[in-house]
């Protein structure tokens, strides 16, 4: 793995040029090259040494900046990185145009082989979401706990504002609203995505928003923005309708992290409905159900969610605590060798039945 600085400055082999991406104050960028892919890393030095690492994954058309703000409240808690997916924020797209659900994951489970990062607690929102899940069921080793923001898990009846993500998985149908939208403006793209994401988008300050827009601007000189954007819908679509052991309600039932799951009452994209389902499927979960929040409660709330997480985070802490001691215990009288559990499936099988992301076009 070879890791470069980057001050404020958009990755080297996009083209054409682009204005930078935005770095808060404290925050810093680097650029990571793994096989296949380069990741940008978006990391916030934690207050003391010695602090758990944690690991922030967004959502579809989203980036790593959609974490800054919880990132700037855990970081006395955690040591917190926020990555950028392949072809989406500062990231490139992968060599092998493979924007699956597993594809992500693959990854983010490469970047913590790499980085030696794991255990993390590890973060999802949206697609994030269900790439953190399959992450945490495929490779337990590597999560410390869980916390999902309106994961995108399957649905059999998918909220309205969730249609257009659908359609735009279809081929042709990305150039087609490209042309459709052509006249729009960075502003207006901006304010249908918040009234879409928002459950009250006059949360929003005017920093805020001026700093979307301009992130908005960035993005739609990329010339491969609305490629990534129709792959991942795409791998979005696949994924729910994949069955079997590798569907994704099926890896949450096999997920052994301690998990919380948030989700917001005004949620246009993720049915609200769907928290109980969830909170069945994951084995030793707790629910946060926030009746204002939309679709990105960690950016409307940041500060409910960052105090929701630091009680996963103590829990998990003082149960492993309890574990290691009877575990301790037992050791002095059983002289029987440790196994490794057997997560009963791999992303390279996941990969094979998750058809249509690497090699379709929009």
Not at 74 to 102: I, Q
Not at 193 to 215: I, K, S, W
Not at 241 to 257: F, K, M, N
């Amino acid at each position: 793995m070879s890791s470069t600085e980057l001050p404020s400055v958009a990755a080297a082999n996009v083209l054409p040029k682009v204005a930078p991406v935005r770095v808060e104050e404290g925050e810093r960028l680097r650029s990571v090259a793994l096989p296949g892919i380069t990741l940008t890393v978006r990391s916030r030095p934690p207050r003391h040494e010695g602090l758990p690492p944690a690991l922030y994954v967004h959502g579809l058309g989203g980036s790593s900046q959609n974490w800054s703000a919880l990132m700037a409240l855990l970081d006395g808690h955690v040591d917190g990185e926020a990555v950028d997916l392949p072809g989406f924020g500062d990231s490139p797209p992968p060599d092998d145009g493979n924007y699956s659900v597993t594809g992500h994951a693959r990854a983010v489970i490469r970047y913590l082989d790499a980085a030696g990062r794991g255990p993390v607690h590890l973060f999802g929102n949206s697609m994030g979401g269900a790439v953190a899940t399959r992450v945490a069921a495929v490779r337990p080793d590597l999560v410390r706990t869980l916390t999902l923001v309106s994961p995108a898990l399957p649905e059999i009846l998918i909220q309205r504002g969730a249609v257009p993500t659908g359609l735009l998985a279809l081929p042709g149908v990305a150039a087609l609203f490209t042309r459709y939208t052509k006249e729009w403006t960075a502003e207006q793209r901006v304010r249908g995505v918040m009234a879409l994401c928002y459950g009250d988008p006059g949360r929003v300050t005017p920093e805020g928003f001026r700093n979307a827009v301009e992130e908005m601007e960035r993005r739609l000189r990329l010339p491969y923005f609305w490629d990534a954007m129709a792959r991942s819908a795409r791998g979005i679509v696949n994924a729910y309708t994949l069955g079997g052991q590798h569907g994704l309600w099926r890896q949450a039932e096999r997920v052994l992290a301690p998990t919380l799951l948030i989700y917001g009452g005004r949620d246009q994209l993720v049915s609200f409905r769907m928290a109980q389902r969830a909170a069945r499927a994951f084995r030793d979960s707790r629910l946060l159900t926030l009746p204002e929040a939309g679709h990105v409660a960690m950016m409307e709330y940041p500060d409910v969610v960052a105090a929701a997480f630091r009680e996963l985070a103590a829990d998990a802490d003082e149960s492993g605590r309890r574990s290691a001691s009877a575990g301790s215990a037992a050791a002095g009288g059983n002289s029987a060798g440790t196994s490794t559990q057997d997560t009963g499936t791999s992303l390279e099988d996941a990969a094979s039945g998750e058809t249509g992301t690497a090699d379709t076009r929009s």
